[in-house]
């Protein structure tokens, strides 16, 4: 009895690891304290000027502060000694904190087939996530299932799945992206455990939950970058990745930004044709497998879709188009009205806030991005949210069940506002879904034309038969 016991001890603990991600540092600068348009620029320019993927500086207008985050605190310290020697910024201007630490759970294929072991609160390898989205189609076939919609770069799949509870009939399409950017880790984990929860509250009879899903239809991709992903929690990668793998480029530089790749304003303000910035937004619009993929998905059901959602971190914003400009969309206030009930039904839960605003008036400009492309093509409602946490990509663990259920509650009262406020929107596109559906006449004319051209072969063969035939008695 001992020794099986000792195996199932062994394959217990050997069957999960973790990745250990160091503890970073983050450094804000109190802008208002330098008051210095060009210096800002300046000390920006110094920090890229490292050309070092392993630190991330960015600006923030809302908190008016700069902020620089690295794994490696050596280079803290030989930014912090540039500031003062080069662009005499005293030390003390500079904050610094340690982030804490973060495990990644990597589960091994081993337990492919047993729906236990996917821990839905953990961050979890790509490989993980899809075999579990394969294992909820398999363990619910009438409201689930997962299609590959491409490959990347290094040949990974990119997979999505749909909830689509058939017996409701025709009902408008939303989709819902995580993980554009590789070191967002609580973007895809957000999109998995909200997959989770849609499918657990149906069954379990959720009224809210229920409801959801029977007057819509989710498409959701939790990586829409596995190659990023994968290489930001690898042993040999780097934690802050954000851009994807490919190597076309004509540098020693990887990676294009997919969000600065969709076509809509692509080459715009905000994105950079520099191979080696962080976010270059590639050879051209749609250059990259993964936006091509999702975009060529998205397209095959034009007409259909109601909303798209696209789950980055950091920062509790819900942002819309326009991103190429800071001028307002023609639908602004529509979607600033849906966007603030999404941010009451959010901060409802846990009293977490969101900042609502179109992200060229609120944050900055960025070009080539999904969600104004997705506004651009008919999607009459498209948003790009930053997740919690406010000041950092690395998010402990026990903010991704949290953060999916405000999500989940801000889900219901938007749904909720846009039918009372916007109901033209459900209706034209039910008619929408409701046409594209194969008829009865359809599917008669389609088997009849079926027929009719497999009886023009087996016409076609006895002809090409009789002439060999013929051609043969001729030759002999
Ligand atoms: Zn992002």
């Keep these: 009895m001992r020794l099986p016991l000792y195996i199932l001890l062994y394959l217990l603990v050997t069957s999960v690891t973790y990745s250990v991600t160091k503890r970073l540092e983050l450094t804000l600068v109190d802008l208002k304290k330098i008051n210095d348009e060009s210096l800002v620029k300046k000390m920006m320019y110094m920090v890229h000027s490292l050309d070092n993927p392993k630190v991330d500086i960015r600006l923030s207008k809302r908190t008016h502060s700069l902020i620089i985050e690295t794994e490696d605190p050596r280079l803290l310290s030989l930014i912090t000694y540039r500031f003062k020697t080069e662009l005499n910024i005293p030390p003390e201007a500079l904050t610094t904190r340690q982030l804490p ?15 236990g072991e996917f821990d839905i609160t953990a961050y979890n390898s790509h490989e993980s996530v899809n075999d579990y989205l394969d294992e909820l189609s398999i363990s619910y076939p009438d409201l689930v299932t997962t299609k590959i919609i491409g490959y990347t770069h290094q040949n990974r799949p990119i997979k999505i799945l749909i909830i ?64 990023g992903y994968v290489y930001s929690y690898s042993d040999h990668g780097i934690r802050l990745w954000r851009k994807n793998m490919n ?6 530089c990887t990676g294009v930004d997919l969000n600065r790749n969709w076509d809509f304003h692509w080459a715009g303000r905000g994105g950079s044709r520099d191979e080696c910035s962080i976010v270059y937004q590639g050879q051209s619009a749609f250059s990259e497998k993964e936006t091509k993929a999702t975009s060529d998905y998205i397209l095959s059901y034009q007409g259909q879709w109601h909303s798209y959602f696209s789950f980055h971190s950091f920062g509790q914003l819900i942002l819309f188009p326009y991103s190429h400009t800071a001028i307002p969309n023609p639908d602004y206030e529509k979607h600033r009205s849906a966007a603030k009930s999404l941010a009451a039904g959010i901060k409802s839960v846990n009293n977490r806030r969101y900042t609502v605003g179109a992200v060229g008036m609120i944050l900055y400009e960025a070009s ?22 406010l000041f950092t990509f690395v998010v402990p663990t026990d903010v991704i069940e949290p953060t999916a259920n405000e999500l989940l509650q801000g889900l219901v009262e938007y749904f909720q506002l ?30 009849d034309s079926l027929y009719s051209s497999e009886r023009r072969n087996s016409q076609s063969i006895f002809l090409l038969l009789l002439l060999t035939t013929m051609w043969s008695i001729i030759y002999y």
């Design 418 to 447: 846009i039918e009372e406020e916007d109901p033209k929107v459900y209706k034209q596109l039910v008619a929408n879904v409701t046409e594209s559906l194969p008829t009865r006449e359809d599917n008669y004319q389609t088997s």
């Design 368 to 389: 080539g991005s999904s969600e104004s492309w997705a506004y651009s093509i008919g999607v009459p409602y498209s948003y790009t949210l930053e997740l919690p946490d």
């Design 247 to 252: 190597n076309v480029t004509t540098t020693n």
């Design 101 to 115: 630490e973060v495990k990644v759970k990597n589960t091994y294929r081993l337990h492919k087939r047993s729906l």
């Design 164 to 227: 689509n509870n058939k017996k409701s009939g025709a009902k408008p399409k939303v989709f819902i992206d995580g993980g554009q950017h590789a070191r967002e880790w609580i973007s895809p984990a957000v999109v998995t455990h909200m997959i989770h929860q849609l499918i657990n509250g149906y069954y379990k009879e959720d009224d809210r939950l229920r409801s959801l899903v029977t007057k819509y239809e989710f498409h959701m991709l939790p990586i829409l970058n596995p190659d």
